[in-house]
C-alpha cells in the first residue's frame, strides 16, 4: 500500500521517464568507448536532432504533418453548452458543470431586452405612417 503512494507522490510519468533513462543510459554503456563509421545508434541519433538554422526542417515538418493529417487536429466539446459574450467553446474535457455566478445569462437577457426595446420603440414610431 505504501509503494503505491509513494510511486504516487512521485508522479507516475516521471517515475517511467527515470526508468527509461536508466536503460538507455545502461544500453550506452554497454557499447565499446569508440564510435566508428557505421554505428547505427549514432546515425540515428544525430538525423533525429533538429538544428537551428537548417533549411529542410521546414519541408521534412511539412512533410510529416501531411502524412499524419489527424496529428494537429485538436478534439472538440460535443455536448450542448451555454453560450458566452466571446462565442469560445468549452474544451473537450469539460466535465458540464456550469461554475459561473451567473453574469454571462445576465449579460445576454440585457442585450436582448435592449434589442426587444428598441425593436417596439421602432414599431410605436412607425405604426401610424
Not at 517515475?15 to 538507455?24: F, G, I, L, P, S
Not at 469539460?94 to 459561473?100: F, H, I, T
Request: glycine content about 6%; aromatic content about 12%; overall charge positive.
Amino acid at each position: 500500500m505504501n509503494e503505491k503512494y509513494y510511486k504516487w507522490g512521485k508522479g507516475l510519468k516521471q517515475v517511467e521517464d527515470a526508468a527509461e533513462r536508466a536503460a538507455e543510459t545502461l544500453k550506452e554503456m554497454s557499447k565499446p568507448l569508440a564510435r566508428y563509421v557505421n554505428d547505427t545508434d549514432l546515425d540515428n541519433f544525430l538525423k533525429a536532432q533538429e538544428r537551428e538554422g537548417d533549411p529542410m526542417l521546414d519541408y521534412i515538418k511539412r512533410k510529416q504533418s501531411e502524412a499524419t493529417p489527424l496529428a494537429g487536429v485538436k478534439p472538440i466539446y460535443q455536448g450542448s453548452f451555454n453560450p458566452n459574450r466571446f462565442g469560445i467553446r468549452p474544451g473537450h474535457r469539460w466535465d458540464g458543470v456550469v461554475r459561473s455566478n451567473g453574469y454571462e445569462k445576465e449579460w445576454f437577457s440585457h442585450q436582448n431586452a435592449r434589442k426587444a426595446k428598441a425593436e417596439e420603440a421602432y414599431k410605436w414610431s412607425t405604426s401610424d405612417m
